[in-house]
């Protein structure tokens, strides 16, 4: 069974781009300067429509985390165990990843991780984290 991959739409589609280059982005509201994700038409801080896509300085911290043990389909079954965070980029925002290349036991919630990328498809990578 192949893995799933995520299918790009309008309003992603800069996001899955700058991860196949190796980029790691988030929108940032040029009126207000904040960042916010997931990706959406306003900015949640100051309703401004004015946002563009930024790179990001990879940087964050596991604000929570789980260890798969238990494969969600066959497609990731080779992967486990594997872990699912929450993580806190430096520049505000909160997302679901990956934290990988590390074992998942040393994984905690703090740690310092840095983005990297997983390549999952020939036209896609994934942004994950490892320990930074
Ligand atoms: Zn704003």
């Known amino acids: 069974m192949e893995r799933p991959v995520p299918v790009p739409d309008a309003a992603t589609a ?7 280059e190796g980029r790691f982005v988030m929108p940032r509201c040029t009126q207000c300067g904040r960042w916010h994700f997931y ?6 801080h100051c309703s401004s429509e004015k946002l ?5 300085s990879g940087r964050g911290t596991v604000y929570s ?3 798969v ?6 497609a990731f079954a080779a992967e486990l ?4 965070a929450i993580v806190e980029v ?9 934290v990988v290349n590390c074992a998942p036991e040393t994984v905690r919630i703090g740690m310092k991780v840095r983005a990297a990328f997983r390549r999952v498809a ?5 942004p994950v984290f490892e320990p930074a």
Do not use: F, I, K
């Open 90 to 98: 430096e520049e505000g925002p909160r997302l679901m990843s990956s």
């Open 14 to 20: 800069p996001y899955w781009a700058a991860a196949n």
């Open 122 to 126: 020939d036209d896609t990578q994934l």
């Open 81 to 84: 165990p594997y872990v699912v």
């Open 65 to 67: 985390y789980t260890v």
């Open 52 to 56: 563009e896509w930024s790179d990001c």
């Open 39 to 44: 990706p959406r038409a306003l900015c949640p």
């Open 69 to 74: 043990h238990r494969a969600p389909s066959p």
